[in-house]
């Protein structure tokens, strides 16, 4: 796959825009992994919803 | 399960975990048939091998305001329905709209650049999305500096109608001025004018950024209902009488 004299461009703009998708994904699934750690961090100091439930409780 | 049942945030969030790895399949699946088909592509009569840069270029364009337009609905569903879950979809969908929009201006700049020999012109259409970037990063900002969630709901959804106002003239600025980007060539009366060459990766693409938008919007309501709950548990702990 010949790219021609502007490959330079068209290659870094798909690194670019998979750079930043990659970051959008870490960022959310350390986010959520976060979340959790002081979401059960509160529960185990004795901290319950209302319902009774888990506040991690998913189903 | 009704829409009227996803209002309950554990109801979503247990939909979520069901949906999520079948999304997330279903996006690296569309994403490598999309890479592929582009990287196949025929080079373009004028523009030589840069059109594939519209392969990504396009697709981040339309979703940086399709977002800002599920932000608007999420908008009218926090001030005029009072949906739990509608202030949490805007959030959540603000830096994703905003790393789009950052990607189309980006990508459209170094594609710009070899074909009409600058980086950045002044002009209607660049310009306005520009302004949409700035706008979610304003939004993003607002939402951090109101401490209070709910005031913080109603004065980012008042925000984002007004932004609204910004997407037809981004839409219509390549007919309504004289500009340097070109006009429509998929959505437009008449039908597209793109060769079927193009025309079928940059849509596998355009799908493909689609359910790659969606499935990270899902995962980042999840973490914002999370978030919540954990505000709400410390707002309890705080309430605690202390022995």
């Given at each position: 796959?010949?790219?021609?004299?502007?490959?330079?461009?068209?290659?870094?703009?798909?690194?670019?825009?998979g750079a930043v998708v990659a970051l959008l994904i870490v960022w959310i699934a350390v986010d959520y992994r976060r979340q959790k750690a002081r979401l059960r961090e509160l529960e185990a100091s004795g901290i319950t919803r209302r319902s009774g439930r888990t506040a991690t409780d998913m189903s | 399960m009704t829409l009227i049942d996803l209002a309950n945030p554990t109801r979503f969030l247990s939909l979520t975990a069901k949906v999520l790895p079948w999304l997330a399949g279903a996006t690296a699946v569309l994403l490598i048939v999309g890479l592929y088909q582009s990287a196949m592509a025929p080079d373009d009569y004028q523009q030589g091998a840069t059109v594939k840069i519209m392969f990504i270029h396009v697709p981040n364009a339309w979703l940086a305001m399709f977002v800002w337009g599920i932000m608007s609905v999420a908008a009218l569903g926090t001030l005029v329905w009072r949906h739990p879950l509608a202030d949490v979809a805007a959030k959540a969908a603000a830096p994703i709209g905003a790393a789009f929009t950052f990607l189309a201006l980006v990508t459209g700049s170094l594609w710009g650049r070899p074909m009409w020999g600058t980086y950045w012109e002044w002009d209607?259409?660049?310009?306005?999305?520009?302004?949409?970037?700035?706008?979610?990063?304003?939004?993003?900002?607002?939402?951090r500096a109101v401490e209070d969630p709910s005031r913080a709901a109603r004065a980012a959804a008042i925000l984002t109608l007004v932004g609204a106002i910004n997407l037809p003239i981004i839409k219509f600025s390549v007919d309504w001025w004289n500009t340097?980007?070109?006009?429509?060539?998929?959505?437009?009366?008449g039908g597209s004018s793109l060769d079927r060459a193009f025309l079928v990766p940059l849509l596998v693409m355009a799908i493909a950024f689609s359910l790659l938008f969606i499935t990270l919007h899902l995962a980042a309501m999840r973490n914002e209902i999370l978030r919540r709950r954990i505000r709400t548990l410390q707002m309890m702990q705080a309430g605690r009488p202390t022995v």
């Open positions: 796959m010949a790219l021609g004299p502007y490959q330079s461009f068209i290659v870094t703009s798909y690194a670019l825009v | 209607a259409r660049l310009t306005s999305v520009l302004i949409l970037f700035l706008m979610y990063l304003g939004l993003m900002a607002l939402w340097l980007h070109q006009p429509a060539s998929v959505m437009r009366m």
